[in-house]
C-alpha cells in the first residue's frame, strides 16, 4: 500500500522528534490511566444490564399474572351477571 505524498510523514528534526515522542508518551500515559476506569465502568454496566433484565422479566411476569387474574374475575363476574338474568326467568 502506498502512502500518498501529502499525508506521508515528513522527518522533522530532532527538536520536533523529542517533543512529539514526549508528547505520544504523555498520550499513552493518560490511556494507560484512563483505560482500567473505562474497564471497570464497562463492567458495572454489563452487571446492571444483567441486573435490569432479570428485573424486567420479573415485572413482565407480575404484569401477565395480575392481566390473567383480571380476566379471571371479568369472567367470572360476567358469567355471575348471565346467572342473575336467567334465574328470574325460570322462576316465571
Avoid: C, W, Y
Avoid at 512529539?20 to 498520550?27: G, N, Q, T, V, W
Avoid at 473505562?38 to 446492571?48: D, V, Y
Avoid at 424486567?56 to 387474574?69: A, F, G, I, K
Wanted: charged share 35%.
Amino acid at each position: 500500500m502506498t502512502v500518498p505524498a501529502a499525508t506521508r510523514p515528513t522527518a522533522m528534526p530532532e527538536e520536533q522528534g523529542g517533543r512529539a515522542h514526549d508528547h505520544l508518551l504523555e498520550r499513552l500515559h493518560h490511556l494507560r490511566t484512563i483505560v482500567p476506569v473505562f474497564a471497570q465502568e464497562l463492567a458495572s454496566a454489563k452487571r446492571q444490564t444483567a441486573h435490569l433484565r432479570a428485573e424486567n422479566r420479573r415485572l413482565t411476569q407480575e404484569v401477565r399474572r395480575l392481566q390473567r387474574q383480571r380476566r379471571a374475575r371479568s369472567h367470572s363476574r360476567a358469567a355471575m351477571r348471565e346467572n342473575e338474568r336467567e334465574e328470574p326467568a325460570a322462576d316465571r
